[in-house]
């Protein structure tokens, strides 16, 4: 009589594959302007930067299939400015809407989204200008999101603007400034505008209190010594806060993205 083995087969699960890392569109409008800090985190992350200037020519893309995301960085001019390359940047941005991809507006790009949503963007009306550190305050749509992000809004962020947004039908309000009062918003399930400068770098602090100091003399501008000692009291939060930002900005679907960070109040 002879044993009869039994044969067990083994199903193995094959293991997920992940999913491959394209580029990120960034969008700058000064011939050598950087992505800074934001543009470095992103890179670390294993995204590719698809630099491009519209103001100097290089065309958008039609969609973002081939993009994780898109980001316009900030600028001298206005959102208000009657130039063709501006205007085509700000229509430009219902494409990324329309097909939910991440997208972040920084300062004049948040006024941008702005723009793009009906809303206005206007000087102060006692023409103060936001140039160094100021408070922000989280709503409770931004509480909402500092939950799901897991770090807190940093206290005081980077502003060099003298133009502030509002807040038009669609637009949920994250953080809240005094003399500009819209500082942080969300559209939608992917896109968001911050009028701050999170992005900025010690070197570009420097450049920009040398090579604008004039700016500095403007109603509601800090002195370049307290741009440099709030860099040291204030940035390692921003850049906590920042880099899980990032992450949570730029992963998964877009369906994903509105679990993980919608903040609707």
């Known amino acids: 009589m002879h044993d009869t083995a039994t044969r067990l087969e083994v199903i193995r699960t094959p293991e997920p594959v992940e999913r491959a890392k394209q580029p990120v569109l960034v969008i700058l409008h ?37 993009h994780d995301g898109a980001i316009i960085f900030g600028g001298p ?47 102060h009306a006692e023409g103060r200008a936001e140039i160094g550190y100021f408070p922000i305050h989280p709503t409770f749509a931004g509480e909402d999101l500092a939950s799901r992000l897991g ?35 969300q559209v939608g399930p992917a896109a968001f505008g911050f009028q701050f400068h999170p992005e900025v770098t010690h070197a570009m602090v420097y450049r920009w209190t040398t090579r604008a100091v004039e700016r500095l003399a403007l109603p ?4 370049a010594r307290l741009h440099h000692s709030g860099r040291f009291m204030y940035d390692g939060a921003v850049a906590t ?24 109040s």
């Open 30 to 66: 000064q011939e050598h302007s950087s992505p800074g800090r934001v543009g470095r985190l992103i890179a670390a992350q294993g995204h590719a930067l698809d630099i491009r200037r519209p103001r100097f020519g290089d065309p958008l893309p039609e969609t973002l299939a081939g």
């Open 77 to 123: 001019m206005s959102a208000n400015d009657d130039e063709a390359w501006l205007r085509d940047e700000i229509d430009w941005i219902g494409r990324v809407l329309r097909e939910e991809k991440p997208f972040l507006g920084l300062c004049l790009g948040a006024q941008m989204l702005v723009k793009h949503m009906g809303g206005r963007v206007a000087g």
């Open 151 to 185: 770090v807190p809004w940093p206290s005081h962020v980077y502003q060099w603007h003298r133009e502030g947004l509002d807040d038009p039908a669609g637009v949920s309000v994250l953080a809240t400034g005094t003399d500009f009062p819209i500082q942080a918003i």
């Open 220 to 223: 509601g501008a800090q002195e």
């Open 241 to 264: 806060w920042l880099e899980a930002f990032l992450m949570r900005w730029l992963e998964g679907t877009p369906a994903a993205l509105a679990e993980k960070l919608s903040a609707r």
